[in-house]
């Protein structure tokens, strides 16, 4: 998979893409992460990426010039599976998007600013608008990265058997069942009798039905 990002602050993508898991999904090429500065395609002299909005308003617009021009070029390059802008307006992020665009093979992903971008921008390139949540970020940045990593590590083979997605929460719609590492007893709280058991099948019925009961508590949505 390649995916594109398109930015005003490449820094903030940095390392939260070049560590850990995403990082060796790199190595091992998985996935190529290219972050393009929408500033390197600004032709103003100044090399603005914004300017005051039409009618009036507090807040700056991100021009459609140098995103526009940055965009052209990538996409005469190749063809992209999804043009998706991170934004507080669109669609919530869930784990069935996630997987669904795990298996593509040319991502890109435009970060907003300030008030956003040119309505234009939308209305002629972006296929697909994601929000991570229900509250407002101070650019798309943080967004993407959170995008990139729950689509990244759907990848076969970046995650290994240890940490493979299949039994994330969220997969089937139950969250995870809580777990434990040694020592069996800390501060007085011991480790479920279970689970040193050592008898996988009842070990398996427990943990299915504390992935039950946590999910209700305290996601009943989930099974709505
Ligand atoms: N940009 C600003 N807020 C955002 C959010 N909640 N999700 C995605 N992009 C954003």
């Not at 893409?17 to 091992?28: G, P, T, V």
């Not at 991100?62 to 005469?76: H, R, S, T, W």
């Not at 907003?112 to 991570?132: A, F, L, N, P």
């Amino acid at each position: 998979m390649r995916i594109d990002i398109l930015t005003i602050l490449p820094k903030l993508l940095e390392s939260p893409l070049n560590d850990s898991i995403m990082k060796r999904a790199q190595e091992k090429g998985h996935v190529e992460i290219h972050i393009h500065n929408i500033r390197d395609y600004s032709t103003h002299r100044q090399k603005s990426v914004d300017d005051y909005q039409y009618g009036g308003g507090a807040g700056m617009v991100m021009l459609c010039q140098p995103i526009a021009d940055c965009i052209d070029k990538l996409k005469a390059e190749r063809k992209y599976d999804e043009i998706i802008y991170m934004t507080p307006d669109g669609e919530i992020l869930e784990q069935t998007t996630c997987n669904t665009l795990s298996t593509s093979q040319n991502l890109l992903i435009l970060c907003g600013h300030y008030k956003g971008v040119d309505q234009r921008i939308r209305d002629i390139y972006v296929t697909k608008e994601i929000s991570i949540g229900s509250y407002v970020l101070s650019g798309g940045e943080l967004g993407a990265a959170v995008l990139v990593d729950s689509i990244v590590r759907l990848i076969p083979g970046v995650l290994n058997d240890e940490t493979s997605a299949l039994t994330d929460s969220f997969q089937d719609d139950l969250l995870a069942p809580p777990v434990y590492t040694r020592p069996d007893d800390f501060k007085g709280h011991k480790v479920p009798e279970i689970l040193l058991s050592g008898d996988s099948k009842k070990i398996d019925e427990w943990r299915n039905e504390q992935a039950i009961k946590r999910t209700a508590e305290r996601r009943p949505d989930l099974n709505e």
